[in-house]
């Protein structure tokens, strides 16, 4: 038999969750307290990321049903809404949501809203993605170094890397000079990137 869940979130502790749990009682879903998650956290924090999430994930099983008011309450933004309710549909748990007419998203007219879901996160992606070039470029453009700073002074690098020519072992070289092994090595990478570049010009 099917069990009927319900997850009701708010974003700040002077907030209440009463108001979810008896708009989800009106559409006429029967939840018992045991079966309702509620908590507060930020709408900006991943469905992933949120303990009561992750309480209620290990509650469902197949056949079971998920009843939210909103669908933010799923996920961050599109793309998070979009992997909460693909995730529950692999579990085959229906999800319903209030604010889209009570429709289950892993129906077929679900399945149609989850198609327009899916066209903003594409759009959410690539607008992210081209604020982050954008942001490349003109940091690269004002002259700044991207990425993070060298954990090595200049003279601590050469000194990396002559011991690295003389065939020095990483972890010594890494001890001594007080930083990871993976700084070593990256500096062994593009040494050796160099000397291949080197002799493909000559």
Not at 174 to 184: G, H, M, N, V, Y
Request: aromatic share 2%; charged share 25%; with cysteine.
């Amino acid at each position: 038999m099917s069990r009927v869940f319900a997850y009701c979130r708010v974003s700040t502790a002077d907030q209440t969750t009463e108001n979810q749990v008896q708009e989800i009682a009106r559409a006429g879903f029967q939840v018992s307290k045991h079966h309702t998650i509620e908590e507060v956290v930020s709408g900006s924090v991943a469905a992933c990321d949120r303990a009561g999430w992750q309480r209620l994930l290990q509650k469902l099983d197949p056949g079971d049903v998920l009843v939210v008011t909103k669908l933010d309450r799923l996920g961050r933004n599109a793309m998070d809404v979009r992997a909460s309710v693909e995730a529950l549909a692999q579990m085959n748990v229906r999800v319903h949501c209030l604010a889209l007419g009570g429709v289950d998203l892993t129906s077929s007219a679900g399945k149609l809203t989850m198609g327009v879901i899916s066209a903003m996160a594409e759009f959410e992606r690539d607008l992210l993605v081209e604020r982050t070039q954008a942001g490349l470029s003109r940091a690269k453009a004002e002259g700044k170094t991207l990425g993070r700073p060298s954990s090595l002074t200049n003279d601590q690098q050469q000194e990396a890397r002559e011991r690295l020519a003389q065939g020095h072992p990483v972890a010594a070289i890494a001890r001594d000079l007080r930083t990871s092994r993976q700084t070593i090595m990256r500096l062994r990478e593009q040494s050796t990137s160099a000397s291949q570049e080197a002799e493909q010009a000559t």
